[in-house]
T-cell receptor
Framework: GQQVMQIPQYQHVQEGEDFTTYCNSS?????IQWYKQRPGGHPVFLIQ?????EVKKQKRLTFQFGEAKKNSSLHITATQTTDVGTYFC??????????FGIGTKLQVIP | NAGVTQTPKFQVLKTGQSMTLQCAQD?????MYWYRQDPGMGLRLIYY???????DKGEVPNGYNVSRLNKREFSLRLESAAPSQTSVYFC????????????FGAGSRLTVL
């Protein structure tokens, strides 16, 4: 079945450092979504990538979708304490088949 | 708008007890989902309903049943709770079954003793 692997599982950074989380799928994806979950909260949609090689930016966040549509990354430039949380990728393969990665828990040290 | 509302927020059960988690959305979404979240396991799909009147199993359906009561409501039932079902449960909805964004509820934290 479809598997989405996400690394690292945990990341501690000093405030101002950059952060990257990676997702890799065992199968080709039709699209990939990214969600953020604040501590004690629920996942909130950040962005969706659909096209091969697509790059999207949201302020300090840069999202990439690989050329083969099997991997993706989220990069945060100059982290802030407001970036704390768990970042999930969610890959969509066949109809309705959405698989979440295990998430990357980001801690930002002031 | 409330979005996706789940009740209860917290529940403690004894092994063997039953309970129903309720979920309602007010966004006129067609598809609804139940996920469980466990440390180191991410979000795993229990059941989903692509549209009113249909339900399908996800990755981890054993021990659960669901009911799509109407377009707004999708409930999750544990008939005989087990400690392995201790988890945080999230209900979510999306406009359709395709490449749609998931809107999550606030979650229900269930502990089975």
């Amino acid at each position: 079945g479809q598997q989405v692997m996400q690394i690292p599982q945990y990341q501690h950074v000093q405030e101002g450092e950059d952060f990257t989380t990676y997702c890799n799928s065992s199968t080709t994806l039709s699209n990939i979504q990214w969600y953020k979950q604040r501590p004690g909260g629920h996942p909130v949609f950040l962005i969706q990538l659909v096209k091969s090689g697509e790059v999207k930016k949201q302020k300090r966040l840069t999202f990439q979708f690989g050329e083969a549509k099997k991997n993706s990354s989220l990069h945060i430039t100059a982290t802030q304490t407001t970036d704390v949380g768990t970042y999930f990728c969610a890959g969509r393969g066949g109809y309705q088949k959405v698989t979440f990665g295990i998430g990357t828990k980001l801690q930002v040290i002031p | 708008n409330a979005g996706v509302t789940q009740t209860p927020k917290f529940q403690v059960l004894k092994t063997g007890q039953s309970m129903t988690l309720q979920c309602a959305q007010d966004m006129n979404h067609n598809s609804m989902y139940w996920y469980r979240q466990d440390p180191g396991m991410g979000l795993r799909l229990i059941y989903y309903s692509a549209s009113e009147g249909t339900t399908d199993k996800g990755e981890v359906p054993n021990g659960y049943n669901v009911s799509r009561l109407n377009k707004r409501e999708f409930s999750l039932r544990l008939e005989s709770a087990a400690p392995s079902q201790t988890s945080v449960y999230f209900c979510a909805s999306s406009q359709g079954a395709g490449a749609n964004v998931l809107t999550f509820g606030a979650g229900s934290r269930l502990t089975v003793l």
